[in-house]
């Protein structure tokens, strides 16, 4: 059993930018950000192999966001910039048992999930 803590969301401007975290109990395979707005479906944001050596993105964030880990810290990252008010919404980290090079974007790929950290985008 993994479990999953994020941290670092918050309230800021059009425009600013924030780095999430997640720290994980134990090992971890590939990962991922997915994200919730009010009202909506759980959507996939991005994922990161185990190795950290690929990425994946969702089209809205390609080149706003960018995921990252530490496996010797058991952590996860995601760096957003250029945050939009279209991007408020809660944040929630996953871990797969999968350790293969693919894109892992939906969330029955997911064993583990954080609790989620808010993040709000004002005008």
């Known amino acids: 059993q993994v479990q999953l803590v994020e941290s670092g969301g918050g309230l800021v401007q059009a425009g600013d930018s924030l780095r999430l975290s997640c720290s994980a109990s134990?090992?971890?395979?590939?990962m991922g950000w997915f994200r919730q707005a009010p009202g909506k479906e759980r959507e996939f944001v991005a994922s990161?192999?185990?190795?950290?050596?690929?990425?994946y993105y969702a089209d809205f964030v390609k080149g706003r966001f960018t995921i990252s880990r530490d496996n010797a810290k058991k952590s996860l990252f995601l760096q957003m910039n250029s945050l939009k008010p279209e991007d408020t919404a809660v944040y929630y980290c996953?871990?797969?048992?999968?350790?293969?090079?693919?894109?892992?974007?939906?969330?029955?790929?997911?064993?583990?999930w954080g609790q989620g950290t808010q993040v709000t985008v004002s005008s």
């Open positions: 134990g090992r971890t395979w590939n």
């Open positions: 990161i192999t185990w190795s950290g050596s690929t990425t």
């Open positions: 996953a871990a797969s048992d999968s350790f293969a090079t693919i894109r892992l974007s939906t969330i029955r790929e997911y064993r583990y």
